[in-house]
């Protein structure tokens, strides 16, 4: 089965884009790993699929697949590509376009100097929403907020850290760290990402906090392992940040790939803010690929 594709990347985090407007490619979990396969494949963090309209009011729908090929929810970097993608394909000659993912509906858009800002929607912090299971456990507070505590263990080892848990329309825990060098990344990653009190897995963000306006910032995301930069994790970093008193209100979030800016206004009304986040989006290359059938 020959695939036309499109390979980009949004600050490092790299994308396979797939057109499906003009009808489903249908492909496997093999298949989605074998185009993310950086050996076998075209090499991708996730896979994303840019399908038409589901509804009145809607511009396009977009489905994301991890490396694993597993589908998720939402992808940040993805979505700043999405925009980019159907743009430059002619598929639309919106500046802004609204979407919907399986978390809801999103509005990229193409600002004047060439980056792109999404509107990611208002975070979650209810529990039961991202899905976490907190029975048992005592919220530290901070700021205003909480954190929780989480144990990781391994064989003949054990550990307790604290996490902010949240939802950008995927599941999110991010530690508050003095220093990003180091395997703490790898070796809680994995932990943190399969811990049983996420029902659906979660991404794990480590971040370090350089002032009020300045972090930086590595995901462990949720079947694809460490990436090059995560957007709906430097949206929740910053997200978490806020809440516990320790960031303003426009951050610039340095990753591994490259600097996202992330604005949040914090409470609106009886609800929350969205939060905005604004980057690159850059078309690397484009290719044709013979996908093998399970």
């Known amino acids: 089965m020959k695939v036309r594709f499109t390979k980009m990347q949004g600050a490092g985090n790299d994308f396979v884009v797939l057109d499906e407007t003009r009808g489903r490619l249908n492909l496997t979990g093999q298949q989605y790993r074998q185009l993310a396969d950086r050996h076998f494949g075209v090499g991708a963090d996730q896979i994303l699929s840019v399908r038409p309209s589901p509804a009145p009011g809607i511009d396009f729908e977009y489905a994301i697949h991890n490396a694993d090929g597993g589908e998720v929810e939402q992808c940040g970097n993805g979505a700043r590509c999405f925009v980019r993608y159907v743009r430059d394909k002619g598929l639309s000659a919106k500046d802004r376009i609204t979407v919907r993912t399986l978390a809801g509906v999103i509005e990229p858009r193409i600002d004047a100097d060439g980056r792109v800002t999404v509107d990611m929607g208002p975070p979650l912090f209810e529990p039961a929403l991202v899905p976490f299971d907190p029975s048992g456990l005592s919220p530290q507070a901070q700021g ?79 079947g694809a392992g460490e990436t090059l930069a995560c957007g709906s994790g430097a949206c929740a970093a910053v997200v978490a940040g806020i809440r516990l008193g320790l960031l303003d209100r426009r951050v610039d979030v340095h990753t591994r790939g490259g600097v996202l800016t992330i604005e949040w206004a914090g409470r609106a009304g009886a609800g929350w803010a969205p939060v905005l986040m604004t980057g690159p989006a850059v078309t690397v290359y484009e290719g044709e690929i013979n996908l093998m059938d399970e």
Request: aromatic share 8%; glycine share 8%.
């Open 144 to 222: 205003g907020w909480e954190t929780w505590p989480l144990a990781l263990d391994w064989p003949g080892q054990s550990v307790v850290i604290a996490v902010a848990v949240l939802s950008m329309g995927n599941p999110h825990a991010v530690q508050i760290v003095a220093d990003l060098s180091g395997p703490r990344v790898r070796q809680h990653g994995a932990a943190i990402e399969a811990h049983p009190r996420f029902a659906r897995r979660v991404n794990a963000g480590f971040m370090q906090v350089v002032d009020r306006a300045q972090v930086r910032l590595r995901v462990w995301e949720r």
